[in-house]
């Protein structure tokens, strides 16, 4: 049986992995202090499938007593990390520990157990960028010490770290940069966009738009997201490879807005608040790599994924 490591596998795309991995016949150790994330997400999974560990990894992990038992990792994949602009601006510290210190605990695993490294990264480490779509060529646009930089920064740093141990220890590395995922599992007090206006929606209430609501954003459902990650943890010879996984069909937060209506079924009302400090004016993804090399293109329309988003939401008030 193959086994995996998944920091941050209790949280929302973390837990959609850890269920297609264990659907694909591996064993998953988790890692996760639970700051945004709930074993609720794994109650599916027994310990044959999931071993779940209560642990921050910015600590030390050979600390972790039932890792002990494990003595043969393929892949250690690392998603531990507050992922909404509200949870990082009041998880700053957090979020700068764990894509810093988090990370280098996580590529000690993996060179201790010689196993494959796959690295959550974001289209964040673009900043506000200045060419679209953005392939993973572009060094980004990035404010170094606003409000956003404890995440983008972060990864950023995350980034350089695990490609200097892919070049100083080999390690079997794969950075993936996810754009705007969303689905089922989502928190609706998590703030970004996608929960905020289909509980609004649900609500009756009005979409807080924030801005003009001219920028864009790409989103791509959950499902295809965790596709391209399996995809680049089970493909050979891709060792220091960076891919965008996104959809790259780009809309303005207020078209956006209007499919949100559409497809809940409600009249849209908009209500504008200001825009966040820093907020990217545009983000679609160059896919071209990950077709060519992952084989992977997102397969599920903004619709369909709506409204499955819509079921999750209505079925979590229930
Ligand atoms: N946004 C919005 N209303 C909301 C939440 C977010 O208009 O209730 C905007 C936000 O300013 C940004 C976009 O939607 O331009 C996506 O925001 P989100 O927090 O989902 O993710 P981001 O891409 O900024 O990390």
Not at 5 to 31: C, E, Q
Not at 200 to 219: E, I, W
Not at 223 to 238: C, F, K, P, R, T
Not at 269 to 298: H, M, Q, S, V
Request: proline content about 6%; hydrophobic content about 35%.
């Amino acid at each position: 049986m193959k086994t995996a490591i998944v920091t941050g596998g209790a949280g929302f795309m973390g837990s959609h992995l850890v269920d297609k991995l264990v659907h694909n016949g591996f064993f998953v150790a988790v890692i996760d202090n639970l700051a945004t994330g709930t074993w609720d997400n794994l109650k599916d999974h027994g310990p044959q499938q999931v071993l779940k560990l209560t642990w921050d990894i910015t600590e030390d992990p050979s600390d972790i007593p039932p890792l002990n038992q494990v003595n043969q990792v393929d892949a250690v994949i690392h998603l531990a990390s507050a992922a909404s602009p509200v949870h990082y601006r009041r998880l700053a510290l957090e979020t700068l520990r764990v894509n810093s210190l988090g990370t280098e605990n996580a590529l000690k695993l993996a060179k201790k157990f010689h196993a494959r490294f796959i690295l959550g990264s974001t289209s964040e480490v673009y900043g506000d960028p200045q060419i679209s779509p953005q392939p993973e060529s572009y060094w980004g646009h990035v404010n170094p010490n606003g409000e956003r930089a404890c995440y983008d920064e972060g990864k950023r740093f995350g980034e350089a770290l695990a490609m200097e141990y892919h070049r100083q220890f080999g390690i079997d590395l794969r950075i993936l940069r996810f754009f705007n995922c969303y689905g089922p599992r989502m928190q609706s007090e998590d703030g970004r966009v996608v929960p905020n206006f289909v509980r609004q929606a649900l609500d009756g209430k009005p979409l807080t738009v924030y801005g003009d609501g001219r920028q864009t954003r790409s989103f791509c459902y959950v499902s295809d997201e965790v596709e391209g990650i399996y995809q680049a943890i089970v493909h050979d010879n891709l060792s220091g490879e960076v891919f965008n996984i996104g959809n790259p069909e780009e809309r303005t937060i207020l078209d956006f807005a209007k499919v949100v209506a559409q497809i809940g079924g409600v009249p849209l009302k908009t209500e504008f608040r200001p825009l966040p400090a820093d907020d990217p004016t545009n983000r679609c993804p160059d896919i071209t790599k990950a077709r060519k090399y992952l084989g992977w293109y997102p397969q599920v329309s903004l619709e369909e994924g709506l409204d499955k988003t819509f079921a999750y939401f209505r079925q979590s008030d229930s």
